[in-house]
């Protein structure tokens, strides 16, 4: 578990950021979330943890709502509830980031301009602003020195580290990773989960989908387990590396923990 | 070979001012139906159903549709019965017509030229977009189109060298292009046809071999790498 401040611990146990309440998805006939209740408080770092299948990065996607989500579900963030589309919703993404798989970052643009597009786009911050704020961005995830280069002249490692400090540079109330790091090769991984790390002990809020067991231990407030589209267990780390409940949990702890 | 050099001292100078016209006919109709192309683009990516709706339904009725008859459709029906001009000179006005109707009809190629580009994009693209907050237009504009249009450089290439060629079909309209001019010349100068056709083919060539060569080496400069 992470050193926190006394401050994001007290805040962590009232102040709830992100809230699901019913939320229910089909792919077709699959059903991908089932009933979904969930509350991440703020400054908490949440673990998203289950198989392939299991729902875990629909959910990550659900809450800034890349994916819709059926009716009668509702998802909100800082207690205002996200519309299911327009103007409002795209204002409202902004404040919740997103880092994915595949990075994503705009292939034709420079890291810096990776970076500056939403703050000068989006926030309506000055050229000049946007662009001083994401060199200190891209000097705290250790690329400030390739902002000129194109995405596809970076390391994986660093494309992701770009596209993290391009989903600050949104100054978000909480970030979301899908997988941040199993596109990686894996002497690439440790760079990202250290930037990550860092986040988590300054307080970020985060939802983390990820099979790194490690940084779940150290980083994690709380593991959500899921299987099939539901939530199984939810805990903290420790209870839940060593004492899960269900035989599914364990399977998968079974088959991930004996390499 | 006295007999062509007859054709060419009666002709000779004409003929670079009707090759002149399909120039202009091919650039100004380049530039509209271009714009209009990306304009149908946008509705047919557009989260709005009832604009894809629009897109479609144009793209499938132009496209479909022979370009005399578009031609004839401004020429017989807007002009001739509604009374639309668009310029007191006559010559201006068909000019105008031809470029509208030429311009129409090669939207929807374009359209289905620039969307064949946005596949190449990445959906993760339009996600990473969404989630720092961007709406549909300045998503499709900042991010989409700036990479569709670069991986759509050699099917646009295409549609140029089309809309060149059928720049002639603006003989329809009246407009004195090189076909018209041709169409005279073999009337003539029967006696040295195959010289005659054989003039405007190379003439075409000169025009659509550069096209081919230069969207070739845009669209390997400009690829986006990944």
Sequence with gaps: MTQRTPEASAAAETDALIQLQGVNKHFGDFHALKDIDLTIPRGQVAIVLGPSGSGKSTLCRTINRLETIDDGGRILIDGKPLPAEGRELARLRAEVGMVFQSFNLFAHKSILDNVTLGPIRVKGKKKAAAEAHAMELLERVGVAHQAKKLPAQLSGGQQQRVAIARALAMEPKALLFDEPT?????????????????????????????????????????????????????????????????????????????? | MESLTTLFEQYGSQIPVAFWMNIKLTVLAAIGSFVLGVVLALFRISPVASLRAVGTAYVHLVRNTPLTIIMLIGVLAVWGQLKITFADDFTLNFFIFAVISLSLYHAAFMCEAIRSGVNTVPQGQAEAARAIGLGFLPAARLVILPQALRGAITPIGNTLIALTKNTTVAAAASVAEASVLMKTMIEFRPDVMVAIFMTFAVGFCLIVIPIGLLTTWASDRLAVAR
């Design chain 1, 182 to 259: 199993s596109a990686l090769d894996p002497e690439m991984v440790q760079e990202v989960l250290d930037v990550m790390v860092g986040l988590a002990t300054e307080g970020m809020t985060m939802v983390v989908v990820t099979h790194e067991m490690g940084f779940a231990r150290k980083a994690g407030d709380r593991v959500i387990f899921m299987a099939d589209g539901a939530i199984l267990e939810d805990t903290d780390p420790e209870s839940f590396f060593t004492n899960p409940q269900h035989d599914r949990a364990r399977d998968f702890l079974g088959k991930i923990l004996t390499h």
